[in-house]
């Protein structure tokens, strides 16, 4: 069986590398995928443009998702993950620098699973990856193919 995979959606280069290293030093050795725009992460999640024909039984175990990403927003994302039968049940992550009460009050309404700060310092942000693994890698049981499939 494949190591489950995590869906970074991401599209500052800096921020990007700041998860991965957070993710790596917190020993997180699942596989990671970075979609660097809500098109890009919309392709994976449903096998469309560069990921036609990708194995769909292969879904994310979470998804990180930023807020404000060129092409597609995250609430869109996040609204076609929520309305798409495959996908519905994903576990998704909003991930952002928004502080904005309306953006993670939106993100609820449409069915986001959580919705964390991305702290500024390396430290914190190390420390938020650390109980990120711990919660929806380790603890958290995500229905089989994120749709309650078999």
């Avoid at 280069?13 to 995928?33: F, I, S, W």
């Avoid at 990921?51 to 930023?66: E, H, K, T």
Wanted: no cysteine; proline share 7%; charged share 25%.
């Amino acid at each position: 069986m494949p190591t489950p995979l995590i869906l970074l959606v991401e599209d500052n280069p800096d921020h990007e590398m700041l998860a991965m290293r957070a993710l790596k030093r917190n020993g997180v050795a699942n596989d990671v995928v970075v979609a660097r725009d809500g098109a890009e992460a919309l392709d994976f999640l449903f096998g469309a443009g560069a990921y036609a024909g990708r194995d769909l039984s292969v879904m994310p175990q979470v998804v990180l998702l930023d807020l404000k990403l060129p092409k597609v927003d995250g609430l869109e994302v996040l609204r076609k993950i929520r309305e798409g039968e495959r996908t519905s049940l994903l576990p998704v992550v909003m991930l952002t620098s928004s502080d904005e009460e309306q953006d993670m009050v939106r993100s609820y309404r449409l069915g986001v699973n959580s919705y964390i700060r991305k702290p500024v310092e390396f430290e914190n942000f190390l420390e938020a990856t650390r109980q990120l693994k711990m919660y929806w890698l380790v603890l958290n049981q995500p229905p089989p193919n994120g749709n309650g499939e078999r």
